[in-house]
């Protein structure tokens, strides 16, 4: 149980086009679901959180006219980079919290690596 | 802020050699500490969550304990596929739900 998936799993695009990420729990529902950043031989950085139904939190010194997220349902989250540069390129993860459960835990899907040109 | 601080770097250990990994946190009001394993160019695998002082917890080769001020990964007999990045976070009073990473531990076990 608490499978998390992303699509896609890596993609490869030119300076200044839009990136659409997509992140969906497969076997529960999430009320929340996370989006983080990860550079090569680093740690995961949270980027926003998102709540299903409302606008995502974004953390200190993350665009959110940039990295537009969007929590359209109880299973579905997708984080769009917009205007992406060659700085964007990294290995983007999200999570998600069982939606009614008193435990804390995150579970997280694959990832996603993204290469700006 | 919540801070999390783990140690090793790196361990680098022969199949069947027992070790143990070490996360120093500081947060307000703990809600959670959490146990991650991440494998290259993936995402991390939950493994444990730890909630209080003295609580312990298995999962085959590995333990997980907590103490007030960190937490400790016991690996035990390890195998070669016991290799990974292991992540410790944790969550609290004044970032709950929100988990504050260490920068990981690179294990790897040879035979």
């Known amino acids: 149980g608490a499978v998390v998936s992303q699509h896609p799993s890596w993609v490869i695009c030119k300076s200044g086009t839009s990136v659409k990420i997509e992140c969906r729990s497969l076997?529960?529902?999430?009320?929340?679901m996370f989006w983080y950043r990860q550079f090569p031989k680093q740690s995961l950085m949270l980027m926003a959180t998102s709540n299903e139904g409302s606008k995502a939190t974004y953390e200190q010194g993350v665009e959110k006219d940039k990295f537009l997220i969007n929590h359209a349902s109880l299973t579905l989250s997708t984080l769009t980079v917009t205007s992406a540069h060659p700085e964007d390129s990294s290995f983007y993860i999200c999570s998600a919290r069982v939606r009614g459960s008193s435990y804390n835990e995150q579970f997280f899907g694959p990832g996603t690596r993204l290469t700006v040109l | 802020e919540d801070q999390v601080t783990q140690s090793p770097e790196a361990l680098r250990l022969q199949e069947g050699e027992s070790s143990s990994l070490n996360c120093s946190y500081t947060v307000s009001g703990l809600r959670g500490l959490f146990w991650y394993r991440q494998d290259p160019g993936k995402g991390p695998e939950f493994l444990f969550t730890l909630y209080s002082a003295g609580e312990e917890k298995e999962k085959e080769r590995l333990k997980a304990t907590l103490t007030k001020k960190e937490s400790f990964l016991h690996i035990t007999a390890p195998k070669p596929e016991d290799s990974a990045t292991y992540l410790c976070a944790v969550t609290g009073g004044t970032s709950y739900g929100k988990l504050t990473f260490g920068q990981g531990t690179i294990l790897t076990v040879h035979p």
């Open positions: 076997d529960f529902q999430a009320t929340t």
